[in-house]
């Protein structure tokens, strides 16, 4: 298999390190930047996890004062923005870096160094954030940031328009490149409907990332202007119009939902056909499904302001189409359920996971569905039931899928196994907590608790404080599991089984590839002329219709006449990190109103982006016509 | 799928600025008549903002030549009307802080009213976005000089032309919906 040169590096001009802390910092690999998303998103989600912690210790009982109200709109404020911005969808990149170049034949992504790019900005855009706690106070005003309340100084919300700002550039420019990555880099015969429903489902979200972030960006600048530097956007006194704030936050805020599941709708759709031994049940249903939701997604943002004035038009018609969305979800449940029906099932811990969101997120959509109904809805306005609702849909979802990922992949991404017993434990402990804490939610929420309350107010009485309680007590179930959790990632990363090159006996062309992965991923671009195409590769039909396996060596990915080919891997570059300190001035300059600061960020950021320009190219000037640099392969087949 | 990859990620951003833009003009249009008692749209000069849209949207005509001269492998005038139309670029920069001090001395302040804001943030966004757009005009002029871009590469002024014209695209919306539509609208 080592029969191939790869060149990687050593081109003067571009940094060298091979390994150590320069290999990563200037790394322009999608698998060693989908690791260090991974990473990061583990101490984000620390942080947001302790933020839900001291949340539920100070509503365990009716009027405690644990902590002060002040401190308890920053703490869930900042849990809400922690986990949307800072977890799932960063996770989400994690799997998209790791996965969709493998996945889709390719060597790398279409744009390695904005790649890391969009990485560095992530990290600093949450680390801003998180620096507005030493700097008198963090954003108070709700991650849905609703104006006047936002505007007013006393919510802290500059830190809020600017940091999801600078998070917002990290997001579009990887819906930029992961869109050109997936249209134009895919091995030959790789069809869009041979493609994996993982690669079909980030393609769906990466669109939706283009096209919801405009809106919020535009909503974050007229914020900025009026907490900054007195604009009048969002002010009733002078004429302005709250309602529009929440038009452009949900404008982008619910495809924002999708946009958090449709990568574990995809991680899913990829374990349950593996774990069931058996094809996704009604492939192009799912892929459809799946872009029908991307497309109604943009349609139904007003079910979120039934109760502001929108008028009975405007709620009859955006009901409807929250009713209508529900059904390509409903379809793809559906598909979920017969790919396992009459399948050899094996219940390793990716495929307990995988069932826990098909049925968390089913329930999830149930109370989704609640909300549509517009008398409904009236009454669940900012309870609890709401809060009961999008964390099993994002919770019971999202993280229920992303954890499968995790457990699935980790054998891909390391060389080994994740300790099967210790998954086992992690799964039905997580289960349980989630349950407990977010269960008795729907009923404190009916029974009148309402959300963003620094106090539990102790006239809703006994019952709405039993649910409370029961809450936090999951809580503490849940930092348990994850305790559990991080000691088998730990374990497993130092002392795990080793896991082969294919242990679940996978169907998609990642598993093709030695465990861990190489630089290169592939020796030799692999040709596709099936959906499943592994699989295919490994097992055929015999005359009577039954799945034998095809004898070692006998298949098409054993060739080796590929020796001595040239890979060419892009180069190391410390332009994306240089470039990307220069948001911390601007970030700051935009908070303070400093113009040097801002001055000094994007001439910074402008010189970063000569130095990247100029930075000499190894494999020459790619404006070079195609077949003058074909190195790269997986581009040029494509073409 | 022959598009370049530049090309496509060129394509697939200006996508998602279009929506950018297109969330400030609603804003512009939802605030026309909220102006607090202050300066409206009466304050704004037809004749001068003409001159200048004018001289934006011709520099999309030398954009095209420029490009044209680099697919022909003519860098000397290829490096001509990328000068021309960085230069009426300026011209039209130049006209927008003329105007924006006029308005602002005849009492169009930003933080006076909706109006203002909307107004001040939609065009400035756009007066960025042409100031960029200078920015690479200027870039690629000197990158040629200094034999970094090739004959063969018009790849790159493509892709600049790509932004320039989305650039003057969004202006002849902005430049109809706020400085020609409302004088109808508001009578």
Do not use: C
Not at chain 1, 86 to 110: H, Q
Not at chain 1, 131 to 137: A, I, Q, T, V
Not at chain 2, 11 to 38: D, H, I, K, Q, R
């Amino acid at each position: 298999m080592a029969s191939s040169t790869v060149e990687t590096k050593g081109f003067k001009g571009r940094p060298k390190g091979e390994s150590g802390l320069s290999a990563w910092i200037t790394t322009t690999d999608h698998k060693k930047i989908g690791i260090m998303y991974f990473v990061t998103v583990l101490v984000f989600f620390f942080l947001g996890g302790a933020e839900s912690g001291v949340i539920r210790a100070q509503l365990a009982q009716a009027e405690m004062d644990l902590v002060t109200a002040e401190i308890y709109n920053q703490v869930f404020t900042m849990h809400g923005i922690t986990m949307v911005f800072l977890v799932v969808m960063p996770l989400s990149a994690a799997f998209f870096n790791y996965l969709v170049p493998l996945m889709i034949g390719a060597r790398d992504v279409a744009f390695p160094r904005l790649n890391a790019f969009s990485y560095w900005v992530y990290l600093f855009g949450g680390i801003f954030l998180y620096s507005s706690f030493f700097l008198g106070g963090a954003p108070s005003g709700g991650w849905t940031g609703y104006a006047p309340l936002a505007s007013d100084a006393v919510s802290n919300m500059a830190f809020y328009a600017v940091g999801l700002n600078i998070l917002g550039v990290s997001s579009l420019a990887a819906a930029v490149n992961f869109i050109v990555t997936i249209l134009n880099m895919r091995a030959p015969g790789m069809t869009f409907m041979r493609m994996p429903v993982f690669v079909w489902m980030s393609l769906v979200t990466n669109f939706l990332l283009l096209f919801a972030l405009p809106p919020i960006a535009v909503a974050l600048f007229m914020l900025n202007a009026d907490t900054v530097v007195g604009a009048q956007f969002f002010e009733p006194a002078s004429g302005g119009d709250p309602i529009l704030w929440q038009h452009l936050f949900w404008l982008f805020g619910h495809p924002e939902v999708y946009i958090m599941i449709l990568p574990a709708m995809g991680i899913v759709s990829e374990i349950l056909p593996t774990g069931s031994r058996k094809p996704l049940f009604g492939y192009a249903a799912v892929v459809f499904a799946g872009a029908a939701i991307g497309f109604i997604g943009f349609g139904v943002w007003a079910h979120h302001m039934f109760t502001s004035a929108i008028g009975p038009v405007a709620r009859s018609a955006f009901a409807l189409t929250t009713m209508f969305i529900a059904v390509p979800t409903g379809i793809k449940i559906f598909n979920w359920v017969f790919t396992m029906w009459g399948g050899k099932l094996r219940f390793h811990t990716p495929m307990l996971f995988s069932i826990g969101f098909v049925s968390m997120f089913t329930i999830g959509g149930l109370s989704g569905v609640t909300h549509a109904i517009v008398p409904h809805n009236a009454q669940q306005h900012d309870t609890y039931y709401v809060v009961a609702h999008f964390h099993y849909v994002l919770f019971g979802g999202a993280l229920f899928g992303l954890i499968a990922g995790i457990y699935y992949w980790f054998p891909k991404v390391t060389g080994k196994l994740m300790d099967e017993k210790l998954g086992k434990v992690h799964f039905w402990t997580w289960l349980l907590g989630f349950n407990l804490t977010f269960g008795p939610m729907h009923m404190s929420g009916l029974l009148g608790q309402p959300r963003r309350t620094a106090v539990l107010p102790g006239e809703l009485g006994g019952t709405v404080e039993l649910y409370n309680l029961l809450s936090t007590l999951g809580v503490v179930v849940l930092i348990g599991s994850a305790l559990v959790f991080l000691f088998n990632l730990i374990r497993s990363i130092k002392a795990g089984q080793a896991a082969g090159d294919d242990p679940w006996d996978a169907r998609t062309l990642e598993w093709i590839t030695p465990s861990p992965t190489p630089s290169h991923n592939f020796d030799a671009i692999p040709t596709v002329t099936h959906r499943d195409e592994f699989w295919h590769r490994k097992y055929a039909e015999d005359d009577a219709g039954k799945v034998v396996r095809v004898p070692a060596g006998a298949s098409e990915d054993h060739d080796t006449d590929h020796e001595g080919e040239h890979i060419h891997m892009p180069d190391p570059s410390y332009w994306p990190l240089v470039q990307t300190l220069g948001v911390f001035p601007l970030g700051y300059g935009l908070v303070y109103l400093n113009f040097w600061l801002i001055g000094i960020g994007v001439l910074w950021m402008v010189i970063g982006l000569y130095g990247w320009i100029i930075e000499p190219l190894a494999e020459g000037d790619d404006d070079e016509p195609e077949d003058a640099h074909t190195p790269t392969g997986a581009a040029a087949a494509a073409h | 799928m022959g598009v370049d990859h530049r090309k496509l990620g060129m394509w697939a951003f200006l996508g998602s600025e279009f929506l950018f833009f297109g969330g400030f003009v609603t804003a512009y249009l939802l605030y026309l008549e909220s102006t607090a008692g202050g300066v409206g749209v009466e304050v704004f000069d037809i004749p001068f903002t003409s001159i200048s849209s004018f001289v934006l949207l011709m520099s999309s005509l030398t954009m095209v030549l420029a490009h044209h001269a680099h697919t022909r492998g003519d860098l000397r005038r290829m490096r001509l009307w990328i000068l021309a139309t960085a230069g009426q670029g300026m011209v039209f920069l130049g006209g927008q802080v003329y105007e924006f001090n006029v308005f602002y001395r005849e009492g169009l302040v930003l933080t006076d009213s909706p109006f203002a804001s909307a107004f001040y943030v939609l065009t400035g966004f756009h007066g960025v976005h042409v100031f960029i757009g200078i920015l690479m005009l200027l870039s690629i002029f000197v990158f040629s000089l200094i034999g970094k871009i090739k004959p063969n590469q018009h790849l790159k002024t493509e892709m600049i032309g790509l932004y320039w014209h989305f650039v003057d695209i969004i202006w002849v919306v902005i430049f109809t919906v706020v400085y020609l539509i409302p004088e109808i609208a508001v009578l």
